[in-house]
């Protein structure tokens, strides 16, 4: 597979209208690769470097990998093209703490060029990231109506989702853009 790099910020319109729609983040830590659907991220700049910020549950298995290193990718489908329907399913809703997520998928990994962790062929637009700064949210800080819509207490259970848990705010230097083909 042949990477064509291009600059992340002549995509950010792409980016941007893929993400409510759900794009991956995939991590790997100890050779275990895991990716995620996340619907909320930004593409900017911070401190004068291009950066993608994504936000991660304390109880996703994503996050306790970016933990024990943090890089990301970001995979984005083309413009025009939604997540793939089974890639959403499996990717949105289980956790990689009991599936593997890449195998059931039958995902086509390919190695980072800059970081150690894959894009994935069948989302093209990837974008490579390492972190810069990260911080959880601050729960005093979140209006009231959002908690109880995005954090509701009763819902704990990390397995089912565990909408309780606040947000880890990883804001990553983007490294490496590109499109596999």
């Known amino acids: 597979m042949e990477r064509q790099h291009v600059d992340p910020f002549e995509h950010a319109n792409t980016i941007t209208q893929a993400n409510p729609g759900g ?4 991590t790997k830590a100890g050779g ?11 593409i900017g700049t911070l401190w004068g470097k291009p950066t993608f910020t994504a936000f991660v ?7 306790a990998l970016l933990e ?29 703490r009991s599936v593997d997520k890449v195998a059931e998928l039958g995902l086509t ?3 980072g060029s800059t970081v150690d962790v894959p894009a994935i062929a069948e989302v093209p637009l990837t974008l490579e990231c390492k972190v810069m700064y990260q ?13 109880g819509r995005f954090y509701p207490a009763d819902v ?26």
């Open 32 to 42: 275990e690769v895991n990716t995620m659907v996340i619907g909320w991220g930004l």
């Open 68 to 96: 024990k290193n943090p890089e990301f990718t970001v995979n984005v489908p083309l413009e025009g093209e939604r997540l793939n329907r089974d890639i959403f399913a499996v990717a949105g809703t289980k956790s990689g």
């Open 156 to 181: 704990t259970d990390i397995d089912k989702g565990g909408n309780c848990y606040y947000h880890v705010i990883y804001y990553g230097e983007i490294v490496d853009s590109y499109i596999v083909r």
């Open 57 to 63: 549950r304390t109880s996703r298995h994503t996050h």
């Open 23 to 26: 794009i991956l983040l995939t």
């Open 135 to 147: 911080q959880l949210m601050d729960k005093g800080s979140v209006p009231e109506d959002i908690q």
């Open 109 to 111: 990994l390919v190695d």
